[in-house]
C-alpha cells in the first residue's frame, strides 16, 4: 500500500528497508517549496495507468521562467543505504524531467536511467548509488528550451534498492478509483507490502493459540509476520513463518493475518500472487475469505470461501505440492454445515515459485482459477452455483451476496493434514517454513450489486467489543456461540468451550 508515509527515524536507521516512500501527495503535510515558476498538489487528472491515486504534485514551466524551475522537499534527516529514486510522472512532452540532490553540501543534477513518454503515466528512475548521503530532493520540469507551458505531474516518490521501473498500479480504496462500466473489470485495489512494513490500516495480525478451531498446532503471534524480500526474485512479500518453537504453551509458531472491519468487497474478481512452502507433511497454507457480518451471526451463517487450502492427507506420498483444493460453507450452526470442497491435484508443482489465484465472484456463481495469467486454457478449479433457498440458513445467494474480508494463515497440523502432535509435523524439521504473498488486487465491473470498503489513512476503523482489532467479545449467554479469531466458542454453564471440547476460560 501506498499510504504508508516517509519516518523521519526510519530514514536515519542504520539499516534501509528495501524501499520507503517519500510522499504519495495523499492528505500530505510536507512542504514542496517552489523554485522560479510554480508547483501545488491538485486533484489526479489522469486516473488510469500506473496512477488511480487522487492526488498529486503539479509542476509547471513557463517559457520565460528558468530552466531549472520545480518543486524542492527537504528532508526531516540525511537518507542513506539507498540506490534509486523512483517517481510516477506525467509529461505533455518527452522531455527528460530531471533530478537535483544534494550530497554532503554538493548539488548534483540527474537525469533519468529510462526513456521518458509523454502523455501516460510512467514510473521514472534515478540512480542515486554512490551518493554519501541525500538531504534534500528536487524535481525540475524541463531543462530544454521551450515554447510552451512544461507540465509534469508527480506520484509515489520513494527510495529504493530496486532499479526495475514499477508497473502494478496504485489503486488503493473505493474513494480513490471507480469500478469499470460495460462489464470490463477495472482495478480498484492493489496491495503489493512494498512499503516496508504491514498496512495496519487494513490488515490486523492475529494473535492466539486458539487452534482455529481445527485442533491447529501453532501460536500466532506478530513474529510469525513481517514484510521483506522473497529470497529467489527479490520481491517485496507479505511473509508468514512457521516455526518449531516452544511458546505460550505449544510447540510452533506462525503467522495469520485478516482485513476484518478494515477491508471488505462484495462481488468481483479477486487475485493473489503467492509462493506456498513445502508443505509435506504437517503444513496447511490457505487464502480464504468470510463474512463480514461474522460477529452478528457467527460461523457458519457469516459464510466462508476458501479460495486455496494445500497441505490435505489426502494428498500426502509426494503428490502435496499439487495437491489443493477451493471450498464454501455455510449453514445454521456449527453441527448443520453445507459444504462444498473441490480437490484437484494439478499437472505441475504449485510450491516450487509464485503462482496467481484468482476467484470470480458474481451473485449468480464463483469461480476459482490457477495461472490463468500464463495458462488462459486452464479450466476453473471449482464453481459453485449461488442458489436461492426458502431457508436463510442455506441460500447461497443470500449468505454470499454480502460483504467479505480477506485471511491469509499458514496453520500447522489439525484436522486438515491429520497431524495432532508437533513429531508429526516433518516439514518444519530442518527448520522455518515461508508463506510469500507478492500482492492482492481486487477488480470491479461497477455493477450496482457490487461493492467495496476501504478506510482512508486518516479515518481509521476501531471496531467496538473488540481487543486490538482481533477478536470479538467472548460469548456471555448459554450456549452462544462467538467465532474468535477463526475458532467457534460456545459458552456452558460457567465456561467458554471450543467445539472439541476444550475449555478456554
Known sequence: MKKIFFIACVLCAATMQAQTTVDDFENSSKTW???????????????????????????????????????????????????????????????????????????????????????QWQDVVFDISGKAQVDYLMFMADRDEITENAVVLIDDVIFSNDATPRTTPNAQCADEAEPGQDGEYTLVWNEDFTDGALDTKVWNIEVNGDGGGNNELQYYCEKGVSVGAEPTTGKQCLILTATKEDYQGKKCTSGRVNSKHKLHYTYGKIEARIKFPQTANGLWPAFWQLGENIDEVGWPKCGETDIIEMGHQNGFNNRQDRYFNGAMHLGRAWDAVWGDAQASEWSYSLQDTFHILTMVW????????????????????????????????????????????????????????????????????????KMYIDWIR???????????VCPSASDPIEPEGTENNLSPTLPSREGEKVLRNGQLLIRRGEHIYTITGQIVE
Open 33 to 119: 517549496n517552489t523554485v522560479s515558476c510554480g508547483n501545488e498538489i491538485v486533484d489526479n487528472p489522469y486516473q488510469d495507468g500506473l496512477n488511480l491515486s487522487s492526488k498529486c504534485l503539479q509542476i509547471v514551466r513557463a517559457p520565460q521562467c528558468d530552466n531549472w524551475s520545480g518543486a524542492i522537499y527537504t528532508l526531516p534527516q540525511a537518507v542513506t543505504g539507498y540506490r534509486y529514486v523512483h517517481a510516477l510522472m506525467y509529461r505533455n512532452n518527452s522531455h527528460q524531467p530531471n533530478l537535483k540532490v544534494t550530497d554532503n553540501g554538493e548539488n548534483l543534477d540527474m537525469v533519468p536511467v529510462n526513456t521518458i513518454v509523454a502523455n
Open 362 to 433: 458474481t451473485p449468480t456463481s464463483v469461480d476459482m482459477y490457477m495461472d490463468k495469467d500464463a495458462h488462459q486454457e486452464n479450466k476453473a478449479y471449482f464453481h459453485a452455483n449461488l442458489e436461492p433457498n426458502d431457508d436463510a440458513n442455506y441460500n447461497r445467494q443470500l449468505v454470499f451476496g454480502k460483504p467479505n474480508f480477506i485471511i491469509a494463515n499458514l496453520a500447522v497440523g489439525g484436522n486438515f493434514p491429520g497431524i495432532y502432535n508437533i513429531s508429526g509435523v516433518t516439514a518444519l524439521a530442518n527448520g522455518p517454513r
Open 442 to 452: 481486487i477488480y470491479q465491473r461497477g455493477d450496482a450489486n457490487e461493492s467495496f
